[in-house]
C-alpha cells in the first residue's frame, strides 16, 4: 500500500493511494487520512489526544516477554498507568 500526504499551500492537505488511484483533497488533515486509509481498507484510528501536562503513558510489557530485547537490558516488568508527576 502506498498513501501519499501533501500539504497544499492553501492550507487544505491532499491524499493520494497510489493502489487504487483515489485523491482526496480537505481542509481537515485528519478527515483526509481517514478516508484515504477507508479506500485502502484497513480501518484508520486516529493518534490519541495529548495527555495533560504531567501525565505520562507507559508502556506494558509482560513477564512473558522478558527474553524480548537487546541482550545487554535488565528485564523489569512494567505496567501501563497513566502515572501523574509531582
Same mark, same amino acid.
Given at each position: ?9 492553501d492550507d487544505?492537505t ?5 493502489d487504487?488511484?483515489? $485523491?482526496?483533497?480537505h @481542509?481537515? !488533515? !485528519?478527515?483526509?487520512k481517514r478516508?484515504?486509509?477507508?479506500? @485502502?481498507g =484497513?480501518?484508520? $484510528? =486516529?493518534?490519541?489526544? =495529548? +495527555? $495533560? ?9 509482560? !513477564?512473558?516477554?522478558?527474553a524480548?530485547?537487546? +541482550?545487554?537490558?535488565?528485564?523489569? =516488568?512494567e505496567?501501563?498507568?497513566?502515572m501523574?508527576?509531582?
Open positions: 500500500m502506498s498513501l501519499h500526504f501533501h500539504r497544499n499551500p487544505t491532499t491524499g493520494r493511494n497510489d487504487s488511484g483515489f $485523491t482526496v483533497t @481542509a481537515d !488533515e !485528519e478527515e483526509v478516508l484515504l486509509y477507508e479506500d @485502502a =484497513p480501518a484508520y $484510528t =486516529p493518534p490519541p489526544p =495529548p +495527555g $495533560t501536562s504531567g501525565v505520562h503513558r507507559f508502556s506494558l510489557v509482560h !513477564e512473558d516477554f522478558e524480548t530485547g537487546f +541482550g545487554d537490558e535488565v528485564s523489569v =516488568p505496567r501501563s498507568e497513566s501523574r508527576c509531582p
